[in-house]
T-cell receptor, first 109, second 116 residues
Framework: GQNIDQPTEMTATEGAIVQINCTYQ??????LFWYQQHAGEAPTFLSY??LDGLEEKGRFSSFLSRSKGYSYLLLKELQMKDSASYLC??????????WGAGTKLIIKP | GAVVSQHPSRVICKSGTSVKIECRSL??????MFWYRQFPKQSLMLMAT?????????EQGVEKDKFLINHASLTLSTLTVTSAHPEDSSFYIC????????????FGPGTRLLVL
């Protein structure tokens, strides 16, 4: 079956760096997305990876290894506003989005 | 975890026709359902929010007469794209939430619409 795994919850300190991992097993691959979702709000798009490597966008970076079925989202210089859920989603060969359950990130002062 | 399904997963239609997309919460009652649209490599864009038994609330710029939303039961919401045009071709995703705003949204797999 198709599966996306990411940790349920992580805690980090303001100003620090945190890495949220995502592993996937899907029928085909047409890209991996990371979304940020604050409680009670719609998810917002963070990144899209379809080729191996690191994509950097400001304080956020996303890495993909297709051979390992693995991605991570790296958040630097953490701010309190980064407290949110981070969703990993993979688009399979049928262009269907397979969603992870999300990682709730708690930032402590 | 909670499961949300969508049907159809992909649809191709002629310009001017109407297309209905179903979103179902399979193992929980969804008091609120959301409809999103996503263009390639872009963010999810919220189109509307619907509460069971109430009229949907549409986001700015979304034509309510073109995108008809019905949320008649706690497990089913439908989005009808009326008189579809090629610019409506997109990836439509629904999500469902069982309780208040602090509850997790569970997303469906999406429906890919291609209007010729």
């Amino acid at each position: 079956g198709q599966n996306i795994d990411q940790p349920t919850e992580m805690t980090a300190t303001e100003g620090a760096i945190v890495q949220i991992n995502c592993t996937y097993q899907t029928s085909g691959f047409n890209g991996l997305f990371w979304y940020q979702q604050h409680a009670g709000e719609a998810p917002t798009f963070l990144s899209y990876n379809v080729l191996d490597g690191l994509e950097e966008k400001g304080r956020f970076s996303s890495f993909l290894s297709r051979s390992k079925g693995y991605s991570y989202l790296l958040l630097k210089e953490l701010q309190m506003k980064d407290s949110a859920s981070y969703l990993c989603a993979v688009m399979d060969s049928n262009y269907q989005l397979i969603w992870g359950a999300g990682t709730k990130l708690i930032i402590k002062p | 975890g909670a499961v949300v399904s969508q049907h159809p997963s992909r649809v191709i239609c002629k310009s001017g026709t109407s297309v209905k997309i179903e979103c179902r919460s399979l193992d929980f009652q969804a008091t609120t359902m959301f409809w999103y649209r996503q263009f390639p490599k872009q963010s999810l864009m919220l189109m509307a929010t619907s509460n069971e038994g109430s009229k949907a609330t549409y986001e700015q710029g979304v034509e309510k007469d073109k995108f008809l939303i019905n949320h008649a039961s706690l497990t089913l919401s439908t989005l009808t794209v009326t008189s579809a045009h090629p610019e409506d071709s997109s990836f439509y995703i629904c999500s469902a939430r069982s309780g208040g705003s602090q509850e997790t949204q569970y997303f469906g797999p999406g429906t890919r619409l291609l209007v010729l």
